[in-house]
């Protein structure tokens, strides 16, 4: 694969290594989101297939992507929607839930009302001064028969840290625990298999490696949450919702499977079209495409920074496209972020760590620039 940045409207002269913040606008996701807006000025437009079409479409492309069936697939504006309907239907058995330290705020703050309301103890999986592999390690020995549920993201969203989850997807499994994952810094960006991972649900925020809009998000349920109760009474999520005539005839009976699970209004006419541009660019390419195209890169930059000091992540625990620079003691992060912006390099400051993640839109000029910028300043 070759460098993709024509398919965006980036400067030039900007080096933008921050996917993980948020990712630029596809031109064919602002050509999609424009002919939305040109539709809008006529409603008449809209017939009853359309509110549900465009939804549908989205959910099929994200399940192909991680191997699951588009009926298992939910639509949300925001995975601490996502994460609140999945621990709605979780019972407190032993009354024992797992996260990690540093968990994004949407998924901890759900676990922990999860366990206050059910008198629960909330376990924190701590990093401390744990290698990875050891951090690793003890996330599993935590997991055991009394624990009713584990929910955390499949990488750090701070610095990158390689979780194993399949490991932790094959110990839940065994112990009949529920997993839930945050795969927002993941999906997109490198293979995800639910089936192969034997996650239960699976949340992931449209606006990084998805390439979709902000305020948009998409999940997956597993058979396990077939019968489940959503969050919300949505007319959308009934067999007969597309009959607009009988709608009133109060149909209590919910789509199959996760379709109960979308948010009400599922049929956002605007930001839809921007996720499924998204999600059909990423299937051109190919996530396996994306991710060596990123490994590429990435092995400048380590090859690159290694010899100044700068440390990374073990091999086994590490992906190209999401990772944190370590700094030699008596640099300031904070101080390079600063440089790194004087010089248009952008990458984001996550507790102390520079958090530099990468796309197919970076190229060996982005790359280039950030190794001669750290290189002085550390020369």
Known sequence: MKCQKDKFQIDKSIHYLNCAYKAPLLKKGEKAILNAILKERNPYLYKPKDFFESSEMARALFAEMINAKSSQIALFPSTSYGFATALNNVKARYKKAVTIENEFPSGYFAL???SREHQASLI???????????????ILNSIDKKTDVVLMSMNHWMDGTKIDIKSIGD???????TFIVDATQLAGAFPVN??????????CAGYKWLFGPYSMAIGYFSPKFSDGIPIEESWMNRTNAIEFSKITEYDSTYK???SRYNVGQT?????TPILIEGLKQIQKWGVQQIHNYCFTLFSVIKNGLSPIGVRFEENNYVYPHLFSLKLPDGISSEALKTTLEKNKIYVSLRGSYIRVSLNVFNNKNDIDA????IQKKLG
């Open 124 to 138: 924190t999986v701590k990093k401390e001064a744990r290698t990875a592999k050891l951090w690793n390690e003890a």
């Open 112 to 114: 922990d009302k999860w």
């Open 171 to 177: 110990k839940c499994h065994q112990l009949g625990v």
């Open 194 to 203: 639910v089936v192969d991972l034997k996650v239960d649900v699976l949340i």
């Open 267 to 271: 049929s956002n006419f605007l930001l």
């Open 370 to 373: 950030l190794i001669n910028c």
């Open 256 to 258: 199959p499977d996760s």
